[in-house]
Structures are given as structure tokens and as C-alpha cells.
């Protein structure tokens, strides 16, 4: 087990790291600077190695330093973790709601949905940690949030994934586009019209891209980003046509744009991400529901059609 020195230990190296010096890391930590010198003797002692040098009465971070530093602060983190679940068992802390998610969500959806939930819950904190894909699905394995939203595929024997909702690609282009009037658009309406797509890391470009061979057009892609938030932003300032899930479109997209069908059709699935076997909290249906209400009045706002898989009110039964 590791001794309260030993945290210490960490913390005034953390500290002296993050402060520039003795000093500095004494005064935050409400230590004599005697007493941080000789902790930090005693750390590169045991480390058997020297974690600064001494430059002009100056400590200077060495090569090994960096290293060393990673470690201490996942460790500090791992401990502080510790101490919030304490907290929270023993009732001085607000409960918490814990979600991970992809950064198109996070930027266009989530933030929405969160202050909705904070007027219904307003003394809940929420951790909202983003990540790609996979480092969503191997957070949600280690249980290290309540919750994930992803687009569908997802599989992993200690998952349990529910959809939420379906829905199609689209285009987002300005108002006045030759395009805006057009209900529906089709490859062959893109024919030499720049582009702004997802990167072919993304499944949907994949299908993207045969929906234009299919056709025997050749997509002109001025702009690739893995961010719907990013390539809508894009399409606001005049660099091209955003192609991408009308869902994260109709929240990314600014009030000077339209969001038109994407033909051939092709579909994206919202799902609710959560470690199997474990039972749902009322907090997280709590969210799911105020989710569900601010997709419905985004979809009345920018005309959608996504089929809702569940509603509202299944979530805060």
C-alpha cells in the first residue's frame, strides 16, 4: 500500500513542476521551503535518479523528468478519484452524472442537452469526458463513466448498446445556394461542387463515396475533417457543401444555412452506450429524456425527419 509520504512525495513534485520552483511549490502547498527541498531529496533518492538539475540556483526538469511526471499524475488522479467516491458515500458531495462521448457530439449536441438537464437537476455535477470512438468504447469497458452516445457500430461482449435513434445524411449549404430549393440532392446535383467530408476513417464516407461512383461523379472534395461541428463551420464561411448525419448537421449547422436530404439515402444510428449487467441510474434516464426533448424541438427548427426509436417519457418512468 502506498504510505501518505510517499503522496506526498508526488504532490510536491507535481507541485514544483507545475509552480517553476521550491519555492513556489512551498507557498502553494502552505509548506517551508526546507521541508519541500528535503521531501524531494528523499523521492529522487528512492527513484535513484535526479528528477531536476540545479542551473544558477534553479531547478531545471531533466530528461527523465517527463516521464517520471506522466506516472505521478495518474497516480494523483487515481487518489483524487478515490476521495471523490468517499465524498460521495458519505454524502457530502452532490451525486454526479458521468458521460463520454465523440467530439461532433460534444460540440453540437450535448452542450444543449446538459443545460436542460442542469435547470432540472441543479445541483448534479456532470463530468463530460470527450474521445474518438474507440477510446469512448474502452472507457465505457472500464466503467470509467455511467454512459457513452456513439453512432452504430458498436460491439463488445460487456456492452450493452441500445439504439436511439435513426436517421439520414444530409447537405448543409447556405440559403442561397442554386441548391437550397431542391428537396432532396443527389450526386449528380454535386457534379464540381466543392465539398466539405468527413475523412474515410468515418464508415459514412465510405458510403459517400459509392453513392457518387454509382453515379459516375466524381466528388470534388476541397475539405476533409473528422468534426461535423468543424466541416459545418466550414460551409459557413463559403469553402463548400457539408455532407454529413442530419442530426449532428441540424445542431451544428449555423441559422444561415438549409439542411437538405442527401439521396441515395444513407442511414446513421444513434445508441446508448453502457456497461452490461449494470442497472441504469435515474440520472442517466433523467438525461436520456431531457436528450429526447431537445432533439425533437431541433428537429421541428430545422425541418428533420429521425425516427425516434424510443420517446421521451420511457426514460423518466
Known amino acids: 500500500m502506498v504510505q501518505p509520504m510517499q503522496i506526498k512525495q508526488l504532490e510536491i513534485f507535481d507541485a514544483i513542476v507545475r509552480a517553476g520552483s521550491v519555492s513556489a511549490a512551498a507557498r502553494e502547498l502552505g509548506m517551508t521551503q526546507s521541508a519541500v527541498s528535503r521531501i524531494l531529496a528523499k523521492f529522487e533518492s528512492e527513484l535513484g535518479f535526479d528528477l531536476f538539475n540545479r542551473?544558477?540556483?534553479?531547478?531545471?526538469?531533466?530528461?527523465?523528468?517527463?516521464?517520471?511526471?506522466?506516472r505521478v499524475r495518474r497516480v494523483l488522479e487515481a487518489v483524487s478519484e478515490l476521495h471523490d467516491v468517499k465524498q460521495d458515500w458519505a454524502g457530502k458531495r452532490p451525486q454526479a452524472l458521468e458521460?463520454?462521448?465523440?467530439?461532433?457530439?460534444?460540440?453540437?449536441?450535448?452542450?444543449?442537452?446538459?443545460?436542460?438537464?442542469?435547470?432540472?437537476?441543479?445541483?448534479?455535477?456532470?463530468?463530460l469526458d470527450v474521445r474518438t470512438t474507440q477510446a469512448t468504447i474502452d472507457s465505457i469497458i472500464a466503467r470509467q463513466a455511467d454512459f457513452g452516445l456513439l453512432t452504430l457500430p458498436v460491439s463488445h461482449q460487456t456492452l450493452s448498446v441500445q439504439p436511439l435513434m435513426r436517421m439520414k445524411s444530409a447537405c448543409v449549404l447556405p440559403k442561397g445556394h442554386r441548391l437550397a430549393d431542391k428537396t432532396e440532392i443527389t450526386p449528380k446535383d454535386l457534379e464540381n461542387e466543392p465539398l466539405v467530408l468527413l475523412t474515410r476513417r468515418q464508415p459514412s464516407r465510405l458510403l459517400i463515396d459509392e453513392a457518387f461512383r454509382r453515379e459516375g461523379v466524381k466528388p470534388f472534395v476541397r475539405i476533409e475533417t473528422a468534426n461535423v461541428h468543424a466541416a459545418c463551420q466550414c460551409t459557413q464561411e463559403g469553402l463548400g457543401i457539408t455532407i454529413a448525419n442530419a442530426l449532428?448537421?441540424?445542431?451544428?449547422?449555423?441559422?444561415?444555412?438549409?439542411?437538405?436530404?442527401?439521396?441515395?439515402?444513407?442511414?446513421?444510428?444513434?445508441?446508448?452506450?453502457?456497461?452490461?449487467?449494470?442497472?441504469?441510474?435515474?440520472?442517466?434516464s433523467g438525461f436520456l429524456s431531457c436528450f429526447y426533448k431537445d432533439v425533437l424541438r431541433m428537429e421541428q427548427e430545422r425541418c428533420l425527419n429521425i425516427e425516434h426509436l424510443h420517446d421521451a417519457h420511457s426514460f423518466s418512468e
Open 248 to 284: 449532428m448537421a441540424g445542431y451544428s449547422a449555423s441559422t444561415g444555412m438549409v439542411i437538405r436530404s442527401f439521396g441515395p439515402q444513407i442511414h446513421h444510428t444513434l445508441a446508448l452506450i453502457e456497461p452490461a449487467g449494470k442497472d441504469r441510474s435515474p440520472l442517466t
Open 99 to 127: 458521460l463520454v462521448t465523440v467530439p461532433s457530439l460534444a460540440q453540437g449536441v450535448i452542450p444543449r442537452v446538459l443545460s436542460e438537464f442542469s435547470k432540472t437537476y441543479p445541483e448534479i455535477r456532470i463530468h
Open 55 to 70: 542551473r544558477n540556483g534553479r531547478l531545471v526538469p531533466s530528461s527523465r523528468s517527463s516521464l517520471v511526471l506522466t
